[in-house]
């Protein structure tokens, strides 16, 4: 064998182990030849598998996770309890993240396709929490602030919401806790009517705050707002000269509400 015939063998080893070497490369980070991407070992979990891993994630507040496998899981097994379940815990995961909108979009896909679920009461009720809190930013986590002055649009939302679970599932476990959110949000919404009503009375626009102070006695009653909006329909009845509405309307809260302000008080309070 000559010398330039063993160069060339020992070079063709080299190629060869070269080769396999690489060969092996791949084969060990899941690409072959073709560089195929890699395959996801939850791509052959079970329907089971797949919910287990998401409702983990979501118990750890990994929250990218949770939606992951839960759209996974949704995507490959679209029918049955796993799939209907999904839909319920993915909305609560975007509420549990700050993420109202989508959140809203889900619990209500959920509440249109599965109308008669077991857990209704949960999906209605998870509804009323995300309206409950759809309007407060991350400012009013950490600065208290007046929530009266709030726009009111998702607290009347987060209202009918928990009004319709009381109404539907007056049973259900989470009804008590509905029923107190029912309280806390009547008395909201009628304060910031009276807020506003003040607000049309210091421009002058009396009919305006007339009708707002009337909105909340027709809609509010029982509020501890009740005694303040009948003053202010006195007062602005007075205004508008329709003494015989005021009057009435004063009547009205010396009947109702006795320890509110006796009447000198209330005669001060009408004439300024």
């Known amino acids: 064998m000559t010398y330039i015939t063993t160069i060339m063998m020992r070079k063709n080893y080299l190629l060869l182990f070269v080769t396999l070497f690489t060969l092996s490369g791949c084969s060990t980070l899941g690409l072959d030849v073709e560089n195929e991407p890699p395959r996801q070992p939850e791509q052959n979990w079970s329907v089971e598998q797949l919910y287990s891993a998401a409702k983990k994630a979501l118990d750890q507040e990994d929250y990218q996770t949770a939606l992951r496998y839960y759209g996974d899981l949704e995507a490959r097994f679209p029918f049955g ?3 209907q379940q ?24 959920f509440i249109r396709v599965y109308p008669q679920h077991k857990n209704m009461d949960y999906a209605i009720y998870l509804r009323g929490l995300i309206n409950f809190t ?14 009266t002055q709030r726009d009111p649009g998702a607290a009347q939302y987060a209202l009918q919401d928990f009004m319709k679970l009381v109404n539907r599932f007056p049973d259900s476990e989470y009804s008590e806790d509905a029923s107190q959110r029912i309280v806390y949000l009547r008395n909201r919404l009628a304060q910031h009517e009276l807020n506003v009503a003040h607000f049309y009375m210091r421009r002058g626009s009396y009919i305006a705050a007339l009708n707002r102070g009337k909105y909340v006695i027709e809609n509010y009653q029982r509020t501890p707002s009740m005694p303040e909006a009948l003053l202010l329909v006195a007062k602005a009845y007075k205004i508008l000269e329709l003494d015989d509405l005021s009057e009435d309307t004063i009547r009205v809260l010396k009947t109702n509400y006795p320890d509110y302000a006796d009447a000198d008080t209330i005669q001060k309070i009408i004439i300024e």
Request: overall charge negative; proline content about 5%; charged content about 40%.
């Open 86 to 109: 999904s839909l319920i815990d993915s909305a609560y995961a975007h509420y549990d993240s700050d993420d109202p909108e989508n959140a809203l979009a889900t619990i209500d896909r």
């Open 134 to 147: 759809r309007d407060e930013g991350i400012i009013e986590r950490y600065i208290p602030r007046d929530e």
């Open 81 to 83: 309890e796993y799939a």
